[in-house]
């Protein structure tokens, strides 16, 4: 089995015209919570699609739990729990009745499948609604009885396709909370998200996909460190003094700073970050610039990817997300 | 916050979970695909358990059309060749049913796919067969349902079959073959469509079916060509063979598909299961690999 409870090299798969994997490497260790990160149509699905066995490769290979996801699937699929971007339970039966169901078609004993489905429905929270028909359920509720479906064989391999999309901030912390269990428990995770924060919050480790393939492999921490480490960022009363805000900044950072006009605002990657703030306070106040805001940070995820996929973000905001002097005048 | 419940409880499983092997050689495969089977044909067991209303308002359509063609037109109507209406068109109600069942199946299984529900049937280590044939199981045991209910309805208008309950038998026997030939297709169409909302298109096609056969109308009424269309009509094979076995009014027209009903009312749901019940199995063990 190795010591790589995923391992896959070179997938390569097509639909159509349109190349969803172009020669995909990954490797993912045992109970690690692993992130795939990277815009719409980047691969992130096709790569989880291909490693479920629910997809079949044009080229490379990808074994799970060591086996090997075309020749072997059926013995792959007893190793893995996948939870897809559609809660994917039935909306009519209740939470239990969908734990059964799906324990009895892993071919558990019908008391296995009930003792298990009571057991998952207590380590989820769903006690309360295990006798009501999903129908009924909150988002969070049916992505947790999704997670409980994907965790019956106590599978060391669980796939999760977006599994915070469209959810509440709320529900969304409760599926946060619910990974971060199953990893302790020894779960090896492999977790697709557009949410940078969620990457960030969940994962140990990251590999950042674009046009199907990795562009980018590390903790969050040291991705962060690849795009210059911490950012110093000055904001002035005076826009006035941008021009010799930035000159300040230039001559501390010796990189290019960025000025955004709008806000007021000037920042630069600064290297050694105590001596760096100190020093730009000095030379600020002897530059004369009056100073509304000074903070020294480090880069977000967001920064990390612009930086790697170029302008693609993977949230893609549109543009009439900020509020703009015409939605204001509209409130 | 609640979140340290989670935390502290065993989300793996305390106790080791027997994870069954695939089964290996033919005869565990089949055990394994009925088992499959029987749990997906349970689960539309409890789907009705839950929904008594949707049966009810299922059943409710077929015995509303019987009883409408009943006290309408069949008081009207004469068949040409000689016949009442009422008795000829009861069989094409019952084979009418039995078509239009493609609907439902289409419905489950397009259903099914859109919510990703048979995406994590097919990341387990389940029988490829099962989803079709619980579906089929299922699915016959309501159109066996509608096969109490409707003929019940004809007998209150004044519908009898004539050659003995064997003969009877042996027609409600075939209306069943060719709902099977319909889950068939169903399922099939279902897994290949985008999605639950194309059931338009097959309620299109249906309406043709249903009309270029002999369930309503004489063919010998018809032109020549359409005559030969709506005799070829698998659904008049079945509607056809039906007469004959109930003792119902058959105006013959001589025509070979005519003449051989029953072998047709066989032939044709055979021919439809077996091309479309591998085309099903197979799309959806490759649905977009």
Sequence with gaps: ???????????????????????????????????????????????????????????????VAG?????????????????????????????????????????LTTRTARARAAELLAAFRLEEAADRPVRGYSGGMRR???????????????????????????ARTEVWDAVRALAEGGTTVLLTTQYLEEADRLAHSLSVIDHGRVIAEGSPDLLKSRVGGDRLDVAVADPADLPAAAAVLARISGGEPETDAAAARVGAPVADRAAAL???????DAAGVEVADIALRRPTLDEVFLALTGDRSPQEPAPDDRPTARTEAAV | MTTTTLEDRPVTTTTAIP????????????????????TITGRALAHWARQPGQVVAGLLFPVLVVLMMGYLFGGQTEV?????????????????????????TFAAVATDKRRG????????????????????????????????????????????WHDGVGRALAAFGLLLA???????????????ASGPESLMVVQILVWPVSFLSSALVVPATLPGWLAAIAEWNPLSATVTAGRELFGDPVPGSGSWAAEHALTLAVAWPVLLAAVFFPLAVRRYRNLDR
């Design chain 2, 178 to 192: 060719l709902r099977l030939a319909m889950v068939a297709v169903g399922a099939y169409l279902g897994l290949v």
């Design chain 2, 19 to 38: 994870v069954p092997p695939p089964p290996a050689g033919p005869a565990a495969r089949l055990r394994w695909a009925a088992a499959d089977t029987w």
């Design chain 2, 80 to 104: 040409p060749g000689g016949g009442d209406y009422r008795a000829y068109v009861m069989p094409g109600m019952f084979a009418m049913a039995m078509l239009f069942g493609v609907e439902n």
């Design chain 2, 117 to 160: 529900v048979t995406d994590r049937f097919r990341a387990m280590p389940m029988a490829p067969s099962a989803m079709v044939a619980g579906r089929a199981v299922a699915d016959l045991l309501q159109a066996a349902a509608a096969l109490v209910v409707m003929p019940l309805c004809g007998l209150l208008v004044g519908w009898r």
């Design chain 1, 67 to 107: 086996h090997d996801v075309v020749r072997d699937a059926a013995r792959a699929r007893t190793r893995i729990g996948l939870v897809g971007q559609h809660a994917a339970v039935d909306e009519l039966l209740t939470g239990r009745q969908n734990l059964v169901l799906f324990g009895r078609l892993f071919h």
């Design chain 1, 278 to 284: 100190t020093e730009a306070v000095r030379a600020l």
């Design chain 1, 1 to 63: 089995m190795g010591e790589h409870m995923i391992r896959a090299t070179g997938l390569r798969r097509r639909f159509g015209r349109a190349t969803a994997l172009d020669g995909l490497d990954l490797a993912v260790p045992a109970g690690v919570v692993h992130g795939l990160l990277g815009p719409n149509g980047a691969g992130k699905s096709t790569t989880v699609r291909v490693l479920a066995t629910l997809i079949r490769p044009d080229g490379g290979r990808a074994e």
């Design chain 1, 144 to 170: 947790r009885l999704d997670l409980a479906a994907g965790m019956i064989l106590a599978p060391p391999v669980l796939f999760l396709d977006e599994p915070t999309t469209g959810l509440d901030p709320r």
